[in-house]
């Protein structure tokens, strides 16, 4: 198991208070492991002091114990909790895990020691703040996927009239299969250049009601403002000219 950070407390006995041996009694490690979830390790460190301890820890922060070692009587209620020994064994260790629900914990807590009638303490614990890192939330851009298709090459119109849709107009080059993506339709993208633009422009219709069809079906949301227009025998005419020239030829 990966842990995020371990956090390593001593308990120190007041200042005038001697032993033959260590004064360090007892240690509490606090580790967050991977999965947010709390473990709390009260080691014993030595036996100088043969007597009666208790420890009280309060935690603050939606918690639940979730597991424990059952060496020492220990008890868990309303977020307080408590572990008591009549006697100390040295490298005992007593081991909490806890939930966190992914909230933040606030450890407060102290330890009461008795030997009476030589000694009597009560040690308090260091405050300690766990903050539980959520993990960041990435959004996944959706990017479209484009499936590319034969485009049906249609007639020109080097001869008679059509009529065609545009559907953009630059200075500069556009790329033409992108613009053919962009319509929704299986269509080929013409390049005309007249009067310093590049005009692009799909179908090649007989009719003018041919070339309304194909702007209805044009995803037009993807284009500033698609319109009909008009050739005749391949030279780019008004719309009125084209339908005169129908008429005549009728």
Request: with cysteine.
């Amino acid at each position: 198991m990966f842990y995020r950070f371990i956090i390593i407390i001593f308990l120190v006995l007041p200042s005038g208070i001697a032993f033959s041996q260590s004064s360090l009694i007892i240690s509490r490690s606090v580790v967050l492991s991977q999965d947010d979830h709390l473990e709390i390790t009260y080691t014993i460190l030595n036996d100088s002091c043969k007597g009666f301890f208790t420890i009280h820890d309060s935690i603050a922060g939606k918690v639940k114990l979730s597991n424990f070692e059952k060496n020492y009587p220990s008890k868990f209620s309303d977020n307080v909790l408590l572990v008591s020994g009549a006697s100390l064994k040295v490298g005992d260790q007593i081991k909490f895990n806890f939930k966190t629900f992914n909230q933040n914990i606030d450890l407060m807590g102290h330890i009461n020691y008795e030997n009476y009638p030589f000694l009597s303490f009560t040690q308090q614990l260091a405050t300690y703040h766990v903050e539980i890192k959520k993990p960041e939330v990435v959004l996944k851009k959706e990017v479209p996927v484009i499936v590319e298709a034969k485009p049906v090459v249609p007639d020109t119109g080097l001869s008679g009239v059509r009529f065609r849709v545009q559907l953009a107009a630059s200075t500069v080059k556009m790329d033409k299969t992108k613009l053919s993506s962009l319509t929704g339709l299986k269509l080929q993208v013409m390049e005309d250049f007249i009067d310093g633009y590049f005009k692009y422009t799909i179908g090649s219709e007989k009719t003018i009601e041919g070339a309304q069809s194909i702007l209805n079906k044009l995803a037009v949301s993807n284009f500033k403002k698609p319109f009909i227009v008009a050739y005749s025998s391949g030279k780019r005419v008004s719309v009125e000219q084209a339908m005169a020239e129908i008429k005549a030829g009728q």
